[in-house]
């Protein structure tokens, strides 16, 4: 039986499960070095860190996406497949913005099945001739993987839809979600076939493959790699209904970029990693940077545009022309609202009916001079949804003539057949006000297309009798849900479903003085202009080509199995800690100083049970009996927990508090730091704390001797944190004048005395050490979070100061991998454990290392 496990499915996609036919080999193979032919297939052999010198001088863009931008047709004559560019395609128009000497090369299926005796001969011709490298899907794969889980799961989820009930969409079926994982990992294979890891870019496109990074990801860790949904991206109490939202969402941060249409669409992914992922991001100087095992993973909004030049070029056909004419003929005298939609249930067509019909019942002057055509593309998918609409869209437009109409005068046209790009462009330039009415759309770029068609070419305006001088007018009508909203401050937005509202504004456009018209469309054929299709290739390239610049200033490795797969990247100088090799150097000293700090170094975060193991007991007991060592743990715990737990390690130095109280040992009296006398702040923030806490559920306070921590790990998490700032905000203002500071954690907010941290007690030791006449010749200092990284700081400034006669040896490790000041990781707390026992091992004499042995092995 299959494993019904989503960790392992990257295996189960190279099973057996689905029959996928082996990928052609025809298909040349790039040529790295000379002489030698890279293996570039096999990528779960390659360890992502190719030393590879690529010979190819010219620079190259993969550009992946699920169709490629070709037509295809058998010639009658031949019975040969015969291909063509498809010009309305966006990933070809999107070549404009790379330069002339930039080659780019197509991955992507075919829109029609080809038999597998003609697929080799097939993949030579396009390559040699349209640089496109054909994925070749089973029927009956491409039917699960595209109707099935991207139209039937995907689509409708990423359009605000949830399978509520058998009659209201398609629950989620685990063939359809196999077969999603098989079709994206054929689409890998394809680019690994031809891909110079070092020097390609790879630009992926859209919902249909979201696990394509995860596997080129794991064939080569250092690939550069950008994603663009096209798509909304709905907000996570949709998302997270999805069964595999995490291997998704990882999917995601496997790129270096990853671009929306929209804010909106940025800030519902960014809410779904923080909530499903534990997250966080920032914006760096205009980019917002997500932090994923120390890859940045940029998010970019960038609303795409259109081809212009193609635009134009439509314009100045002849066939144009002909058409605008017999189009201002057919409707002399009467004022043309356009819509142009895809039959399907979240393009509002219905809606817009009601809006128009509502239009016509509330202005009867109106009647006989207004007519809606409403231009119907082809249905992009099938099922009783899409039957449904189209079934409601025209009992409505049949009730609208038969009340309003008459002979001589149809309210609503419908041109429900496959319209030409000429027919279209005629009708854009002739229409009065555009309408978009979607109740939920990634982009559309109807309005756009329309705003240019409105500005008109000189053949253009001669075909419609005007001068060159004339007035350009636009209105436009679009939807609050749809992505080019945000972009067109001219248009009048609405809300779908409110189809009174529609009604009324379909009357303020037709009905607007011609200078506020004139007004509207300059403002906006201004932004079209100069944001097309060219403008927004280039950008998002730039800022993939900034995103990846620091790929090979970090070493870098992969970790975890099948969709979880993700890599670690930190600096070349960051390395795990090996006990032997710390062993040696603390053999070879006899003046040691030993810095640990206690919540997740030595003892777990997951531990319920707070208090030290007593291996934990054991082995700090055998290091601070060492003479030679001074032991100290430096926590921002309680001294009265800290010192009970701790209570059978006599000689153990303890800091509480971020080191506000300090002991040397047990028979020591607690010092409480001099710096910071003053904590009568406390009495200011206590009570905004306690307002913050009442207004936030799942939030708490924590007080300490001299400090106060707000929580809010239980809390909403974009609650919380926007509350965390809100209240760092506050505090910032009301304590500028207190000898006190305001520091932001994870899910804490703290505010503790001037000058006291975990850095200061470090300094402090090692002085003693000093004046002791001892000065350390060894230095270990372990933490795990931000506090721990003014230690790390500390000890490396004060041991490379004048005060030392000579540089001890320095271990600062921090634990789990992860960005860091110290020089060393160690993965978690039991592998801090292990570690101590290596060196209390070598401290202890030899009867008693035989009882410490048995807890390292």
């Not at 057919?330 to 819509?339: A, T």
């Not at 209105?475 to 779908?496: D, Q």
């Amino acid at each position: 039986m299959v494993s019904r496990s989503c960790v392992n499915i990257l295996d189960l996609a190279s099973g057996n499960l689905l029959e996928i036919p082996h990928t052609p080999r025809s298909i040349p193979r790039v040529m790295t070095v000379p002489g030698i032919i890279s293996d570039l297939d096999g990528y779960c052999s390659n360890d992502g860190d190719s030393e590879i010198a690529s010979s190819i001088c010219r620079e190259r863009k993969i550009i992946v996406a699920n169709m490629l931008p070709l037509h295809a047709k058998r010639d009658p004559g031949t019975a040969k497949w015969c291909f063509s560019w498809d010009e309305d395609s966006l990933l070809l128009q999107l070549k404009d913005g790379f330069s002339p000497e930039t080659e780019v090369i197509y991955v992507g299926s075919l829109k029609v099945d080809i038999d597998a005796s003609e697929q080799e001969e097939i993949s030579q011709k396009l390559l040699e001739n349209f640089n496109c490298v054909p994925t070749f899907l089973p029927q009956d794969l491409q039917k699960k993987f595209y109707l099935g889980f991207c139209k039937q799961h995907l689509w409708p989820l990423f359009h605000y839809m949830l399978p509520i009930c058998p009659d209201h969409g398609n629950r989620f079926e685990r063939v359809f979600w196999q077969a999603y994982v098989s079709a994206n990992k054929i689409f890998a294979d394809k680019v690994m076939e031809i891909i110079s890891p070092e020097e390609d870019y790879v630009w992926v496109h859209d919902y249909h493959l979201m696990l394509l990074p995860t596997f080129l990801r794991k064939g080569y860790n250092r690939i550069k790699l950008g994603f663009f949904l096209h798509s909304p991206f709905p907000s996570s109490e949709i998302y997270r209904t999805l069964p595999v939202r995490d291997e998704i969402l990882r999917g995601f941060l496997n790129c270096d970029l990853i671009g929306f249409h929209t804010f909106d669409y940025a800030r519902h992914f960014l809410s779904c990693c923080s909530r499903m992922l534990g997250l966080d991001y920032e914006s760096k100087r205009g980019h917002i940077g997500l932090d994923y095992f120390g890859r940045t993973v940029y998010v970019k909004i960038l609303p795409v545009g259109i081809h212009m030049g193609w635009l134009e070029s439509v314009m100045n056909l002849p066939s144009t022309s002909a058409k605008v004419k017999e189009i201002q003929e057919q409707f002399s005298g009467r004022k043309v609202i356009l819509g142009i939609d895809d039959m399907d249930i979240f393009k509002g067509i219905s809606l817009k009916l009601l809006a128009m019909e509502q239009l016509l019942q509330q202005h009867p002057d109106l009647r006989g001079k207004v007519v809606l055509v409403q231009i119907v593309n082809p249905a992009k998918g099938s099922g009783k949804d899409v039957q449904e609409a189209k079934r409601e869209t025209y009992f409505t437009a049949k009730r609208i003539n038969e009340v309003y109409g008459s002979p001589e005068y149809e309210p609503v046209i419908l041109i429900d057949r496959p319209v030409p790009r000429y027919e279209k462009t005629a009708y854009y330039a002739l229409a009065e006000c555009c309408i978009v009415n979607a109740v939920r759309d990634g982009m559309n770029l109807v309005p756009y297309k329309y705003i240019v068609c409105r500005q008109g070419t000189p053949y253009m305006d001669k075909a419609m009798g005007i001068t060159s001088v004339s007035p350009r007018t636009s209105m436009l009508v679009v939807s609050e849900f749809i992505g080019c909203s945000p972009s067109l401050s001219g248009a009048i937005r609405v809300n779908p479903w409110d189809i009174d509202a529609v009604a009324d504004s379909l009357n303020v456009a037709i009905t607007m003085h011609e200078s506020e018209k004139q007004l509207r469309h300059e403002k906006h054929y201004r932004y079209v202009s100069t944001h097309d299709v060219a403008y927004w290739a280039r950008s998002f390239m730039q800022d993939l080509e900034r995103a990846c610049q620091d790929h090979y200033n970090k070493r870098c490795w992969g970790i975890g199995f099948g969709l979880g797969f993700r890599v670690v990247s930190l600096s070349p100088s960051f390395r795990r800690l090996g006990i032997e090799h710390i062993v040696s150097a603390y053999k070879r000293t006899n003046r040691r100083a030993i810095f640990l700090d206690y919540d997740g170094t030595v003892v777990p975060h997951t531990s319920i049970v707070k208090s030290p193991s007593p291996e934990v007991i054991s082995v700090l007991k055998t290091l601070c009996n060492d003479p030679n060592n001074t032991v100290f743990i430096v926590s921002g715990r309680g001294r009265n927990s800290l010192s009970e737990w701790l209570e059978p390690c006599e000689r153990l130095g303890i800091a509480a508090e971020h080191g506000y109280f300090m002991r040397w040992d047990k028979t020591s009296e607690w010092e409480t730091s001099p710096v910071a006398d003053d904590l009568d702040w406390k009495n200011i923030v206590e009570p905004i704390m306690r307002l913050y806490t009442e207004t936030t559920d799942g939030s708490s306070i924590e007080v300490k001797e001299s400090a106060l921590v707000w929580h809010h790990q239980d809390a909403d998490p974009d609650f919380g944190s926007c509350q965390a700032k809100e209240l760092l905000d506050h505090l910032e203002n009301v304590l500028a004048n207190e000898p006190a500071v305001v520091k932001r954690g994870q899910h804490i907010v703290e505010v503790k005395p001037q000058g006291i941290s975990k850095g200061s007690v470090a300094e402090k030791v090692l002085s003693n050490m000093v004046n002791r006449g001892k000065p350390p010749d060894f230095v270990l200092c372990i933490g795990d979070d931000k506090s721990d990284e003014d230690m790390f700081e500390s000890i490396l400034s004060t041991v490379s100061g004048p005060t030392l006669p000579m540089a001890p040896e320095i271990f600062a490790c921090t634990v789990g991998r992860k960005p860091s000041k110290a020089r060393y990781y160690l993965d978690d707390a039991v592998d801090v454990v292990k570690l101590l026992q290596g060196l209390a091992t070598a401290s202890c004499p030899k009867p008693k290392c035989m009882r410490l042995l048995k807890y390292i092995l």
